[in-house]
C-alpha cells in the first residue's frame, strides 16, 4: 500500500512542502478515533513525525504550546521530541523522531523500573510554575455535567446519582501545573532501556493529580508495585483524598461519554468500569 499526504489539507500540504520540501511518507501512526493525521517521514536521510488536525481539532494548538513552554525538562535529556516547525493556524506541527518502543502492549509494560523513570519524568514536567485557580472546580463541574447531557450509556439511575453528588461538591481554589492530560504506557516510548515522552495534545495547566488518573484507572489497578515504583520515582504522592475522588468521577464519566460518541468500545467498557467502582458503596 502506498502511503501518501492524501489526508492533509491543502494548506497543511504546502506548508509541509516548505518545511520538508521532498519528504517522504515511510508509516502512518495515526490513531483512527479522532480527525488527526501522524505521519512518520523522511529527508535527506532524517526522520520526523508530522501532525496534522482537522477542522475542529484543538490537540495540535495545545501540542505546539506545550513544546514552546513546558517541554524543555525532557528535551534537554532527549526524554522528549524536539519541535522543528508547527502553524496553530494551520493545525500542523513538525517533529523530530524519537527512536523506541511503545511501553503500551510490550513487556516493559508490567515493569516497576519503567514506571519509577516515568514518574521522575512527571516530576520535572511538574514542577516548572503552579498557579492558583479560584474557578477550575467550578468549571470541571460543569464540564462533568456537560458529558452527562451529551449521548452516553450511563444508565439513568447512575445519572441522576452522580448529579446529586457534583451538586454537593465544593469548589475551593486549585493549584495547577503543567500536565500531560493523558499519562499512561500508549504514550510512553523504551530505547536502550531509557524512557520518553510523546504525545501532547491533551497538555494543559491542571491539579498534579490529575496525571495520575490514567494509571490509576489501568496499571495501578493492574499491580500496586507499579504504582510504588511510580511514586518512588515521582516524590510525595499529590492525591488529597476528596480532590481525588471528585478527579476519578469526572474522569469516569469523560471515558465512558466521549469514548461513546468516537466508538470505542473497549474504552466505554473501562469507563463504566470506572463508573462502577466510584460508585460502589464505601
Request: aromatic share 8%; glycine share 8%; hydrophobic share 40%.
Amino acid at each position: 500500500m502506498v502511503i501518501g499526504f492524501g489526508d492533509l489539507s491543502p494548506r497543511q500540504h504546502a506548508l509541509l512542502g516548505r518545511w520538508l520540501p521532498g519528504a517522504t511518507v515511510e508509516r502512518d501512526h495515526s490513531w483512527g478515533l479522532v480527525a488527526t493525521t501522524v505521519l512518520e517521514v523522511t529527508r535527506a536521510g532524517a526522520r520526523f513525525i508530522v501532525k496534522a488536525g482537522g477542522d475542529e481539532d484543538q490537540h495540535i494548538q495545545r501540542e505546539l504550546h506545550a513544546h514552546l513552554a513546558w517541554l524543555r525538562p525532557w528535551t534537554e535529556r532527549g526524554r522528549a521530541p524536539e519541535l522543528v516547525n508547527g502553524s496553530a493556524d494551520a493545525k500542523l506541527l513538525v517533529t523530530r523522531y524519537l527512536p523506541g518502543e511503545l511501553v503500551l502492549g510490550s513487556g516493559y509494560a508490567d515493569d516497576p523500573g519503567i514506571h519509577r523513570q516515568a514518574g521522575e519524568l512527571l516530576a520535572l514536567l511538574h514542577a516548572q510554575v503552579a498557579v492558583t485557580d479560584a474557578g477550575y472546580e467550578r468549571s470541571e463541574n460543569e464540564r462533568s455535567l456537560a458529558w452527562l447531557r451529551r449521548p452516553h450509556r450511563i444508565e439513568a439511575s447512575g445519572v441522576r446519582r452522580l448529579r446529586a453528588e457534583i451538586a454537593t461538591w465544593p469548589t475551593p481554589p486549585a493549584t495547577l501545573v503543567p500536565t500531560h492530560g493523558d499519562w499512561q504506557p500508549r504514550n510512553w516510548l523504551v530505547h536502550d532501556g531509557v524512557v520518553s515522552v510523546i504525545d501532547f495534545g491533551r497538555a494543559a495547566m491542571r491539579p498534579a493529580y490529575t496525571d495520575f488518573s490514567r494509571l490509576a484507572a489501568q496499571d495501578f489497578r493492574r499491580d500496586p508495585a507499579l504504582e510504588a515504583a511510580f511514586l518512588d520515582g515521582y516524590g510525595a504522592d499529590p492525591r488529597e483524598p476528596d480532590a481525588w475522588r471528585r478527579t476519578r468521577v469526572r474522569a469516569a464519566i469523560g471515558t465512558a461519554a466521549w469514548a461513546h460518541q468516537v466508538g470505542d468500545e473497549q474504552f466505554e467498557a473501562q469507563g463504566h468500569r470506572m463508573l462502577a467502582e466510584v460508585l460502589a458503596p464505601s
